[in-house]
């Protein structure tokens, strides 16, 4: 099985981009898609990106999702930040049976 | 609209079991991939546990063999069976249903397994 690791912590200032990584420890990152989660403080996850790029109805368009074989990573760009961005992101995949496998979750702090 | 709400949440003793329900609206259940995540207190995100449109299930090693994942079309609710609880199983649980690869949640409900 394989593992994704992520940044444990992330800051950047309102109104600037931050990119947080999911690095993929074996296999190919584009073997199965790869969806990123928003966890605020005490509420639940809510999906912001999936199929690798995909942003769901609501979702602002600050946040883009990409994919880069180079790495073995994918990553979650959040372009002019705001205050109500800082939460917890999780990116997630799926192994060889189908299983889901998430990230250890990246802090980010919007100073 | 897409909804799912879970219930049944509580705190029970070592050894004890557990029935969640997660009540869909906007769907059906049985004609969507159902998922169970769960969520340790500070801790990050761990898959429990799946049920296909065609009724496989499988589980999170975690759980296998103690948790049964279910559902009822004529409440088109979905269930987490959880038997022989631990104190590890302590977690928010949270309710998923994935369609054509887009992620829905519930805002999920807490089993705390304690003496």
């Known amino acids: 099985n394989f593992m994704l690791t992520q940044p444990h912590s992330v800051s950047e200032s309102p109104g600037k981009t931050v990119t947080i990584s999911c690095t993929r420890s074996?296999?190919?990152?584009?073997?199965?898609?790869v969806q990123w989660y928003q966890q605020r403080p005490g509420s639940a996850p809510t999906t912001v990106i999936y199929e690798d790029n995909q942003r769901p109805s609501g979702v602002p368009d600050r946040f883009s999702g990409s994919i880069e074989s180079s790495s073995n990573s994918a990553s979650l760009t959040i372009s002019g930040l705001e205050s109500e961005d800082e939460a917890d992101y999780y990116c997630?995949?799926?192994?060889?049976?189908?299983?889901?496998?998430f990230g250890g979750g990246t802090k980010l702090t919007v100073l | 609209e897409v909804q799912v709400v879970e219930s049944g949440g509580d705190l029970v003793q070592p050894g004890g079991s557990l029935r969640l329900s997660c009540a869909a609206s906007g769907f059906t259940v049985i004609s969507n991939y159902m998922v169970w995540v769960r969520q340790a207190p500070g801790k990050g995100l761990e898959w429990v546990s799946v049920?296909?449109?065609?009724?496989?299930?499988d589980y999170a090693d975690s759980v296998k063999g103690r948790f049964t994942i279910s559902r009822d079309s004529a409440k088109n609710t979905l269930f987490l069976q959880m038997n022989s609880l631990r104190a590890e199983d302590t977690a928010v649980y949270y309710c998923?249903?994935?369609?054509?690869?887009?992620?829905?949640w519930g805002h999920g409900t807490l089993v705390t397994v304690s003496s």
């Open positions: 998923v249903t994935r369609q054509s690869w887009m992620v829905y």
């Open positions: 074996s296999g190919s990152i584009g073997n199965s898609y």
């Open positions: 049920i296909y449109s065609g009724g496989r299930t």
């Open positions: 997630q995949s799926y192994d060889s049976s189908n299983f889901w496998v």
